[in-house]
Nanobody
Framework: QGQLVESGGGSVQAGGSLRLSCAAS????????MGWFRQAPDSQAPGKER????????????TYADSVKGRFTISKDIAKNSLYLQMNSLKPEDTAMYYC????????????????WGQGTQVTVSS
């Protein structure tokens, strides 16, 4: 019911752009709140756990982490049952595995406890 498949990751230089896509089942897309998380390579260090990057609710309202405000944009395409993350002005510290997540509980999604997760797509930003 909640199948999510990410794509669009890659390697870019600092200042570049990437757009991540998350294809969702129709059920998930119409039922759940959705968001993007990332986990950096050094995520085993304290304070470096999986980070919530951007979220979108059923009305299209969006929320962003302070670290990406003004650079990243989350959006949905109803016709394609897809979620997107447009990432501009990328920085080396944006390097991470990016995950799409969905849950019908807004508070749980934002806390990183969503029921449904994609497999992740790697983003690498070089300086």
């Amino acid at each position: 019911q909640g199948q999510l498949v990410e794509s669009g990751g890659g390697s870019v230089q600092a200042g570049g752009s990437l757009r991540l896509s998350c294809a969702a089942s129709e059920y998930a897309y119409n039922t759940y709140y959705m968001g993007w998380f990332r986990q950096a390579p050094d995520s085993q260090a304290p304070g470096k756990e999986r980070e919530g990057v951007a979220f979108i609710d059923s009305h299209g309202s969006t929320t962003y982490a302070d670290s990406v405000k003004g650079r990243f944009t989350i959006s949905k395409d109803i016709a394609k049952n897809s979620l997107y993350l447009q990432m501009n002005s990328l920085k080396p510290e944006d390097t991470a595995m990016y995950y799409c997540a969905a849950d019908d509980r807004w508070w749980l999604l934002q806390r990183g406890g969503a029921d449904y997760w994609g497999q992740g797509t790697q983003v690498t930003v070089s300086s």
